[in-house]
């Protein structure tokens, strides 16, 4: 199971271009088989993505194509996911001849192992369209659909059985191509459409720099950005105002839990040696770059702000302290005297004997 989850959050990684010029856009569609299901992993399910938005699902255990975003139930007849139901099961009887085929072929009669496969297309603002079918076996390439030509590429020697095997299949290969190219567009142009408040919205990052203590008297600068979208973006770190990739750390690009995204660079540097650093963030909802200057006393402002807080409240209980000792009655030989203005029974008996 995690073998599997591994591999397809590669291929969602993948799907996206981080510091592109103009936007991706994309749809995906992972098929997974594997031989040994469990708990949470079914044999076989397929998953469709736009963007990264989940909008349709199918296991082998449910056995019905649904979709999975608002959008897409609302503006999608309910006959297409028949029809997609009928395709998804015959796939999936495809998929375990294929996993027993190839564990027969490998000589894999025991352990786990996993088909997945991966298809779809991209279109950018500029209009630049790809396609593509992409096919792997425990984690490995196997073979990738060449629409050009009409014919697969194999990965390895074990691939060649199989090239050979669909390179015959004309007819087949005339239908990837034409989904591919005549097919997969227009309903990724229409899934654009129906979800436009969702996938097409644009949300400005924040960015906040910060620095540490490293080894050898090096210090770590950090430049952290969330809370945009789309996923795509491009963060640096500038040294007097030239760009310092290759001395750049990447966490990553993550999902924030709240529909953005977050990322963190880092770089380190030595301070003895005078230099301005910023952190450079471009993304398409900006419509200048966003530039965080890191400033080498920053760090002493929070401390600076922790000892005046600290002051200011040992003042006040200092304050409350002498404010209580000053109040009306004051104390001798053991015994509180009442005020002249208090009143009562227990008042005069205590005076009395005091």
């Not at 995690?2 to 994309?26: I, Q």
Request: glycine fraction near 8%.
């Amino acid at each position: 199971m995690a073998l599997a989850l591994r591999l397809l959050l590669l291929l969602l990684g993948a799907a996206a271009l981080p510091g592109a010029r103009s936007r991706l856009h994309s749809t995906r569609i992972y098929n997974t088989v594997v031989s040994e299901p469990g708990p949470g992993l079914p044999w076989y399910s397929a998953v469709g993505y736009v963007d990264d938005q989940l909008f349709v699902d199918y296991t082998s255990e449910k056995r019905r194509v649904e979709p999975h975003t608002e959008w897409m139930a609302r503006n999608v007849d309910p006959q297409h996911w028949d029809e997609q139901t009928w395709r998804a099961r015959r796939w999936q009887a495809w998929f375990n001849a294929s996993l027993n085929a190839l564990r027969e072929l490998y000589n894999h009669n025991k352990g786990f192992h996993i088909i997945q496969t991966i298809y779809g297309c991209d279109l950018r603002e500029d209009n630049v369209i790809q396609g593509f079918y992409q096919d792997s076996y425990d984690g490995r390439d196997f073979l990738t659909f060449d629409k050009e030509t009409m014919t697969w590429v194999a990965a390895d020697i074990g691939a060649q059985i199989t090239k050979k095997r669909w390179d015959v299949e004309i007819g087949d290969n005339q239908r990837w191509k034409r989904y591919l190219e005549e097919e997969c567009i227009p309903w990724l142009r229409s899934s654009l459409e129906y979800g436009k408040e969702t996938l097409q919205r644009k949300v400005r990052p924040t960015a906040r720099v910060s620095d540490r203590s490293s080894h050898d008297g090096l210090t770590t600068l950090s430049c952290t950005v969330r809370g945009f979208y789309p996923r795509d973006i491009t963060v640096t770190w500038l040294k007097n105002g030239e760009t310092r990739q290759q001395e750049t750390y990447s966490e990553g690009i993550l999902p924030s839990g709240d529909g953005t995204y977050q990322t963190w660079v880092k770089m380190e540097i030595d301070p003895k040696i005078k230099a301005r650093y910023s952190c450079h963030v471009e993304h398409e909802s900006l419509l200048e770059p966003l530039s965080v200057s890191w400033e080498p006393n920053n760090n002493l402002i929070p401390v600076v702000a922790g000892v005046i807080t600290a002051v200011v409240l040992i003042g006040v209980i200092i304050g409350v302290v002498v404010w209580k000792k000053k109040r009306p009655g004051k104390k001798r030989d053991g015994y509180t005297v009442a005020s002249e203005n208090d009143q009562g029974s227990s008042g005069s008996d205590l005076s009395a004997k005091a």
